[in-house]
Nanobody
Framework: QVHLVESGGGSVPAGGSLTLSCAGSGYSYGSNSMGWFRQVPGKEREGVAALYTGDGRTRYAESVKGRFTISTDNAKNTVYLQMNSLKPEDTAMYYC?????????????????WGQGTQVTVSS
């Protein structure tokens, strides 16, 4: 069973940066889709960035392109989300997710494993 733990959330002023980390364990497949999603109260969880560890392909939501970067350290089983030029509308709970053995991009329906989330708050 895959276990994911996020860290790195916090409060920053607009224009600031944060790096989120997602440490994973229990993977059954050598290659996995790893995604970052976010959710604010009353809204659906939305995909932010995804990466396939098998070949490094990535996908980003339009709202974060050019500002956020997803990366992975396969040796550490850790996925990162570097967030720059943060905006108040980036405020949300951020979740890490994993789906084993295939590329599923930003479609949250296909992710089976989820972390507990880390809060990001951006003040104006």
């Amino acid at each position: 069973q895959v276990h994911l733990v996020e860290s790195g959330g916090g409060s920053v002023p607009a224009g600031g940066s944060l790096t989120l980390s997602c440490a994973g364990s229990g993977y059954s497949y050598g290659s996995n889709s790893m995604g970052w999603f976010r959710q604010v109260p009353g809204k659906e969880r939305e995909g932010v960035a995804a990466l396939y560890t098998g070949d490094g392909r990535t996908r980003y939501a339009e709202s974060v392109k050019g500002r956020f970067t997803i990366s992975t350290d396969n040796a550490k089983n850790t996925v990162y989300l570097q967030m720059n030029s943060l905006k108040p509308e980036d405020t949300a709970m951020y979740y890490c997710a994993a789906e084993g053995g295939r590329w599923v991009g930003l479609d949250r329906r296909y992710y089976e494993a989820w972390g507990q989330g880390t809060q990001v708050t951006v003040s104006s």
